[in-house]
């Protein structure tokens, strides 16, 4: 059974030293579990009873395509108009407790584990109908619809009704579970887990044009981020701007998993905005 980190709020005592792993470069940025605190916590227009953490978000000359919120949603919580943007799509993944969410007036409850697509110009809303807090990651970024391509449809799922994917003569030690096919070109954006055994890597440095946002859900790894090799661990958050370099050794002792975002599927935009 899959135990998913949440952030769990909280200032530091006075007594903690102030050097951390935070770090933001022209390549990546990395925000550990410990930066969490209640003082970077946002309130959300709509949202009731709700805190957020925003993580990610479109910036000039860095990541450009997304934004990622870490919610907590108090008990009778939640929010009927969600989304503010008439053409942005969203994932939901619950970390912890349970939410009701209805998509286009079809019904769903979801638990740790729990995962929605949530297509652009849906009709949305989510409320935490009990007693405890319920948790999740809400990853957003504008659909970009393609000639000839039907935009995508809503739908639900939770990630124990998926089979990890092993990538090839890994031995199953680096496995995907890619909740969307990646030939699926309806979809310009995946939001997959990502788990190592321990001794799994990436055996080279990763180069390409998508954009990522990593969650570590699960355990800690050494990952290489552009020219340097940073130590992760379940709660930390690492950003990575198209083309940045990167690798992963996870050397235990239990496995390594991460929430993992990035853009696909589509035409590289020449000179801004297309008509």
């Not at 949202?47 to 395509?65: H, L, N």
């Amino acid at each position: 059974m899959s135990q998913y980190h949440f952030p769990p709020g909280g200032l530091p005592p006075q007594t903690a030293l102030h050097t951390g792993r935070a770090v933001f470069t022209e390549a990546y940025a990395v925000i550990p579990r410990g930066v969490f605190s209640d003082i970077v916590t946002s309130f959300l227009p709509g949202w009731d009873k709700t805190r957020v953490w925003i993580i990610a978000r479109p910036m000039s000359g860095f990541s450009e395509t997304f934004s990622q919120y870490v919610m907590e949603v108090a008990p009778g919580g939640g929010a009927t108009m969600p989304e503010p943007d008439p053409i942005a799509q969203g994932v939901i993944f619950v970390t912890n407790g349970e939410i009701w969410l209805s998509l286009d007036g079809q019904e769903h409850e979801l638990g740790p584990g729990g995962y929605a697509y949530i297509p652009a110009g849906c009709n949305w809303r989510l409320k935490n109908g009990t007693d405890h807090p319920a948790r999740f990651h809400w990853v957003r970024k504008r659909y970009e619809p393609a000639p000839g391509v039907p935009a995508p449809t809503a739908f639900v799922t939770n990630e124990t009704e998926i089979a990890p994917i092993a990538m090839p003569g890994t031995e199953g030690r680096w496995a995907t579970t890619r909740f969307v096919d990646p030939a699926d070109l309806r979809h310009d954006m995946h939001v997959n887990i990502v788990t190592f055994q321990p001794g799994g890597v990436i055996p080279f440095e990763e180069t390409h044009v998508m954009e990522h946002g990593l969650f570590v859900l699960e355990g800690k790894a050494v990952y290489r981020l552009n020219r340097d090799w940073v130590e992760v661990e379940a709660g930390d958050f690492m950003w990575l701007r198209a083309f940045c370099p990167q690798a992963c050794y996870a050397g235990g002792p239990g496995r390594f998993r991460y929430l993992l975002y990035k853009d696909v599927n589509r035409h590289v935009k020449l000179g801004g905005a297309w008509a």
